[in-house]
């Protein structure tokens, strides 16, 4: 049973940094991509990172480039995603959600390559 659990959000000055930890299980992850979407109150789900099976390949939507570095660390049955946000801004704040591509190696935005997600953390950010 694939599970994906993340952790790390909170409450952060404008300014400020925060890092992001999403614990996968139950699959192979390390042959495919896996990301990061967020979703704000009254909003669509929204890309935010992706990376590759291998940790060689890394994508960010525009907003968040310079700012948030994906990471990811991969182990027999089980997978770490990281993001590393800093410089954040009150306009970061969202449900943050870790999310696995299983048919996917490469990098990816779409939002449907993405099978299994997890139940999202809330990062909120003072100005």
């Known amino acids: 049973q694939v599970q994906l659990a993340e952790s790390g959000g909170g409450l952060v000055e404008a300014g400020g940094s925060l890092r992001l930890s999403c614990a996968a299980s139950?699959?192979?992850?390390?042959?495919?991509?896996m990301g990061w979407f967020r979703q704000a109150p009254g909003t669509e789900r929204e890309f935010v990172a992706s990376?590759?099976?291998?940790?060689?390949?890394?994508?960010?939507a525009n907003s968040m480039k310079g700012r948030f570095t994906v990471s990811r660390d991969n182990a027999k049955n089980t997978a770490y995603l990281y993001l590393q946000m800093n410089n954040l801004k009150s306009e970061d704040t969202a449900v943050y959600y870790c999310?696995?591509?299983?048919?996917?190696?490469?990098?990816?935005?779409?939002?449907?390559?993405?099978?299994?997600w997890g139940q999202g953390t809330q990062v909120t950010v003072s100005s």
């Open positions: 999310a696995w591509a299983p048919r996917r190696a490469g990098v990816t935005s779409l939002i449907s390559e993405y099978d299994y």
């Open positions: 139950g699959s192979t992850f390390g042959l495919s991509a």
């Open positions: 990376i590759s099976y291998n940790s060689g390949d890394t994508y960010y």
